[in-house]
């Protein structure tokens, strides 16, 4: 019997790499999909920096994918692609920043719900990433919020009836995750307040095997404290 399918959009990135490595332990035939492979992935689909609009990323990866599931179904689709912008309004690369952070968290997470409406089984789990500071203004850096907050949207909206996608479906809201480029860029800060990325990898892998663990259709803030992650 062949090992069941996940789909890690974003997954050559510091979370999408855990993802990979851990659903690889845990027997999972691993589909990476970013803009660089990741060889630990059993496919990786490298999306080339040419194509600049939604439509055409979208139907270069579901050709992809397509070629590669050949009518099989997913267990999962985690979609952590995406990347911190700031600015405010007075910013000189305001727009810029707007733009790039749309593209880098709304338009992979249609994709990724695209994907979830074709080849997500029934009891699937998709897995969408927003950010708790999204929950409210976001003024130092209003183009990120912007777009975190419309991921929030689609997770609501995907989970209810009508939606065309038939799994589960959350979103996560990390406040600073614990990688080395947050720890380069933020030498004093206090490291016991981020939360690792092997935790939330392991709280995503037991939504997707104990789906009593978890409400489709849910904002999960995951908070770090002395070293003590919750998910609210």
């Not at 490595?21 to 999972?28: A, G, N, P």
């Amino acid at each position: 019997m062949a090992s069941p399918f996940v789909i890690v959009y974003g997954g050559s990135g510091a979370l999408g790499s855990v993802a990979v490595r851990l659903f690889k332990q845990r027997m999972y035939q691993v589909i990476n999909i970013d803009l660089s492979s990741n060889d630990s992935a059993d496919h990786s689909i490298e999306v080339p920096s040419s194509l600049q609009t939604l439509s055409e990323q979208s139907t270069f990866i579901a050709d992809k994918v397509s070629v590669i599931l050949n009518d099989n179904k997913v267990d999962a689709i985690v979609c952590v692609a995406g990347g911190w912008q700031g600015g405010n309004a007075a910013s000189k690369d305001f727009i810029g920043s707007a733009d790039k952070s749309i593209k880098q968290s709304v338009n992979t997470s249609l994709i990724a719900a695209s994907l979830a409406a074709r080849y997500l089984g029934p009891n699937g789990l998709l897995v969408l990433a927003g950010a708790a500071p999204a929950l409210k203004g976001t003024p130092g850096m209003i183009g990120y919020g912007m777009a975190k907050a419309a991921v929030h949207h689609l997770v609501t909206s995907l989970a209810m009836p009508g939606s065309g996608v038939d799994g589960r479906v959350v979103g996560i809201l990390p406040v600073t995750l614990d990688t080395e480029e947050n720890r380069s860029a933020m030498p004093a800060a206090d490291f016991s307040s981020w939360t690792p990325l092997t935790t939330v990898v392991e709280k995503i892998y037991t939504w997707l095997t104990s789906p009593a663990e978890c409400e489709s259709g849910k904002l999960y803030s995951i908070t770090t404290e002395n070293s003590v992650t919750k998910f609210e």
